[in-house]
């Protein structure tokens, strides 16, 4: 199961100081890992957290500074060298564009091994002290919100406190905190999934947030018609209203592909947890009845191995899920279930008799997914 990092990030906000000129270039910045460096001829490469290449080039008037992961301000920057920066380590470039070249008048740093151990940290608070679900109601007036847990207390549902709380919203095609934008809580919407993390200071009797990260997903049911593999890009057809859609692949995209016994236990989950034979129940399920999401479905789905996009084939039944957006002709996954059809056939009914299983976009609803990682 991919797991979210939560990892304060280098910022532009640390650049307050800078001083513009009309007589100078219009000052950029660039902020993503080292990918390659090369400290004799005094450059670096950066895949930045948009997911392109840039070249880097320092000069005599470069001012290297490095500071501890975590730190939004320059406050405890200290001066250091290129040759002291490595593959890995977290940087902002400041500076201004030369051709193909980025010039950088300042580097700052977040060294690899720091950002490691404070994203260790980070994961530790946010199994102690966080929580994730799906919102249920939103409550203006009090400033608080309603969610129904997932997890390990699926189905329970706490109130959130978020007077004190910094919202972040997941980008449309990413899952990363560092790609999150800062946010508010007047954009928090009914059905949106959320963490929070609760404040140390809570007094144990309710549940104020520190921080919330949240966002708009949804999962859909297609059936493949094509595959683009130049342009990353899957041309399908929605299960339910059969219509044209194109699913764009990126490299943050995580596909799967349901084996046959996989697909026999979700449907049984789908079930309500009874064999389609009508044999004896499991006991493993946390689902409560039939037709409702159960969070194991997607922790089976999550462990099975990776593929790639060329594993995908014409005629593949698909549950994608992504960002919920403006045009809904075409989307980006954030994961990709394959082999769908091999549950939706197993929860076929028998001639003369009725469908059992509520589809939510042509799919069962144990295929409703959290994105967001569960503690």
């Known amino acids: ?12 906000a640390l650049l307050s100081a800078q ?3 009309q007589t100078q270039p219009r000052v950029e910045s660039v902020i993503g890992a080292i990918v390659a460096i090369d400290a004799s001829a005094q450059s670096a490469t950066i895949k930045t957290d948009a997911d392109t290449i840039v070249a880097v080039k320092a000069d005599a008037n470069t001012v290297f500074l490095r500071i501890p992961a975590g730190e939004k301000t320059l406050a405890k920057a200290a001066p250091i060298q290129l040759a002291d920066i490595v593959v890995g380590d977290r940087v902002l470039a ?44 939103v409550n203006a007036q009090n400033g608080e919100i309603n969610l129904e847990l997932r997890g390990a207390t699926a189905g329970g549902r706490v109130v959130i406190a978020t007077t004190n709380a910094e919202f972040r919203r997941y980008a449309p095609e990413s899952l990363r905190f560092e790609d999150a934008r800062r946010s508010s809580f007047a954009e928090v919407r009914v ?24 966002g708009s997903f949804k999962t859909i049911g297609v059936t493949v018609s094509k595959i683009d593999l130049e342009k990353r890009e899957i041309s399908a057809t ?15 995209s995580v596909l799967h592909r349901i084996p046959a016994p996989v697909a026999a236990t979700i449907a049984q989950r789908a079930l309500g947890n009874r064999p389609p034979s009508g044999g004896p129940a499991s006991s493993t399920t946390t689902s409560k009845s039939a037709g409702q999401p159960v969070i194991d479905v997607q922790q089976m789905i999550d462990a099975l191995p990776d593929i790639s996009l060329t594993e995908i084939k014409a005629g593949d039944v698909l549950a994608v899920t992504s960002a919920i957006g403006k045009d809904e002709s075409r989307l980006t996954a954030i994961k990709l279930a394959a082999g769908v059809d ?34």
């Open 94 to 137: 400041h500076g201004t564009r030369a051709g193909n070249q980025f010039v950088a008048q300042r580097l700052v740093v977040m060294p690899k091994a720091e950002v490691e151990k404070k994203r260790a940290h980070d994961l530790e608070e946010w199994k102690q002290r966080g929580i994730g679900g799906v919102v249920r109601d």
């Open 342 to 375: 091999l549950v939706l056939k197993a929860l076929a009914p028998q001639p003369g008799k009725p469908q059992v299983v509520r589809l939510s976009s042509g799919l069962p609803s144990v295929f409703d997914f959290s994105v967001v990682p569960i503690n």
């Open 238 to 252: 929605t299960l339910d209203q059969r219509k044209p859609i194109t699913i764009s692949i990126n490299g943050e």
């Open 19 to 21: 001083v513009f000129s």
């Open 191 to 214: 059905g949106d999934q959320l963490r929070a993390l609760e404040a140390k200071s809570a007094d144990g009797h309710s549940f104020n947030a520190e921080e919330i990260i949240f």
């Open 1 to 12: 199961m991919r797991i979210l990092t939560f990892v304060s990030v280098i910022t532009p």
